[in-house]
């Protein structure tokens, strides 16, 4: 029977004295999981803004490079179109068509200060690049509507030229790295692939630059 009789009156209150102590902790422990889960969360904003900004910082210095890169490839295009301006300034005042220039070498063409030879063989683009090195010259650069006309084909074939798509702009550029300030696109689908090559329309057209089935024209300074 003394089991039945309840807690004396002692242990009960410990017990109340217990509870209370409880509740400050549990305040405090979930106070610090919140300060935490904020300054988590502030750490990965910062993070990620920080992130951002580096990758920012990184694609502003890629652009400063290729325009800084753009600019030298632009400079020297300009100085060889003022060079070619002053030749031909120079060869309208001479004396009727006397000229100190050395002639062209052997199956070569002179036009306004270059030497063009076209080739008789078909290639790939880049085959035609490199045998237009080996002869100390390079894919013709169209500068102007009257190099143009010269170099329009007179029979039905088709001659690579020394403008190729580079990436990742996907512009095209002449072999010298410069941006054509003259084009003659067919139009504006005509230009979609990588190379580009001079029709006997006087038009430009591209294809992928590894078909072979193109001629080529080279170019390189005359000796004045």
């Not at 890169?69 to 400079?75: I, S």
């Amino acid at each position: 029977m003394e089991g039945k009789y309840p807690p004396i009156q002692g242990e009960l209150a410990q017990r109340d004295q217990k509870l209370p102590q409880d509740g400050p902790w549990k305040f405090f422990c979930l106070a610090m999981t919140l300060v935490l889960f904020l300054l988590v969360l502030i750490l990965g904003v910062v993070l990620a803004e920080v992130l951002q900004f580096s990758n920012q910082m990184q694609e502003d210095l890629k652009q400063m490079d290729i325009k800084f890169v753009q600019g030298l490839a632009d400079a020297g295009h300009q100085r060889d179109i003022l060079w070619g301006e002053v030749f031909r300034q120079t060869e309208a005042v001479r004396a009727g068509n006397e000229s100190f220039c050395e002639p062209c070498h052997e199956n070569w063409t002179a036009f306004q200060g270059s030497c063009y030879q076209f080739s008789t063989q078909e290639m790939n683009w880049f085959q035609a690049k490199d045998h237009c090195t080996e002869k100390d010259a390079h894919l013709a650069i169209i500068n102007s509507q009257a190099e143009q006309k010269f170099l329009r084909p007179k029979e039905n074939k088709n001659y690579w030229i020394g403008l190729r798509k580079h990436y990742p702009n996907g512009i095209h550029k002449w072999q010298d790295g410069s941006v054509p300030t003259f084009v003659n696109w067919h139009d504006t689908t005509s230009s979609y692939y990588d190379c580009a090559f001079l029709t006997d329309s006087g038009y430009w057209f591209s294809d992928t630059c590894h078909m072979y089935w193109y001629h080529w024209i080279c170019e390189k300074p005359q000796v004045c």
